[in-house]
T-cell receptor, first 109, second 115 residues
Framework: KQEVTQIPAALSVPEGENLVLNCSFT??????LQWFRQDPGKGLTSLLLIQSSQREQTSGRLNASLDKSSGRSTLYIAASQPGDSATYLCAVRDDKIIFGKGTRLHILP | ETGVTQTPRHLVMGMTNKKSLKCEQH?????MYWYKQSAKKPLELMFVYSLEERVENNSVPSRFSPECPNSSHLFLHLHTLQPEDSALYLC??????????????FGSGTRLTVV
């Protein structure tokens, strides 16, 4: 059974710092991995989608990597801003889409 | 708006009420989903519809009744709910589930409170 774990559960960093969020999954037989952002009480916004054949995807200050063989993905956020404060969710897709519990990120002004 | 619209945004209902949540997408997607998000729990998949047919029902209590009249609209009918059903209900869509290379698009959710 696929399980997705996100560490840490919560993270606070000063504005301007670069940071890395981690996601691990137990079954490497996935089709893709998707990172989402969720603001409090709101829906999910897709940030990056990495296909199983890809190693990374970039969008602006965000870079997501995928190491399928080791069951890991990272989301790198460069030059963090207070507006980046949100919960970041990782989801892998095999027969279903399985979500982690998320990392709650707080950027300190 | 992400392309998936959910109404209402907030709903407070009594345990004896009947209400419905609505989801609408105009992305040309053929699959639609209902998810439940409770505090400190991962997102839980409730129902999957592909081409208007229910293809998955993850042991959801019968007090939740989905309806998919066409590929653009999805409803979740609620009746005799319990306080523990209070949660954020999220709708999502994607190209057909068989197209595994595609990601999901989520709506903004309906915050449901059962009193």
């Amino acid at each position: 059974k696929q399980e997705v774990t996100q560490i840490p559960a919560a993270l606070s960093v000063p504005e301007g710092e670069n940071l890395v969020l981690n996601c691990s999954f137990t079954d490497s037989a996935i089709y893709n991995l998707q990172w989402f952002r969720q603001d409090p009480g709101k829906g999910l916004t897709s940030l990056l989608l990495i296909q199983s054949s890809q190693r990374e995807q970039t969008s602006g200050r965000l870079n997501a990597s995928l190491d399928k063989s080791s069951g890991r993905s990272t989301l790198y956020i460069a030059a963090s801003q207070p507006g980046d404060s949100a919960t970041y969710l990782c989801a892998v897709r095999d027969d279903k889409i399985i979500f982690g519990k998320g990392t709650r990120l707080h950027i300190l002004p | 708006e992400t392309g998936v619209t959910q109404t209402p945004r907030h709903l407070v209902m009594g345990m004896t009420n009947k209400k419905s949540l609505k989801c609408e997408q105009h992305l040309g997607h053929n699959a639609m989903y209902w998810y439940k998000q409770s505090a400190k729990k991962p997102l839980e998949l409730m129902f999957v519809y592909s081409l208007e047919e229910r293809v998955e029902n993850n042991s959801v209590p019968s007090r939740f009744s989905p309806e998919c009249p066409n590929s653009s609209h999805l409803f979740l009918h609620l009746h005799t709910l319990q306080p523990e059903d209070s949660a954020l209900y999220l709708c999502a869509s994607s190209p057909q589930p068989g197209l595994q290379g595609y990601g999901y698009t989520f709506g903004s959710g309906t915050r449901l409170t059962v009193v």
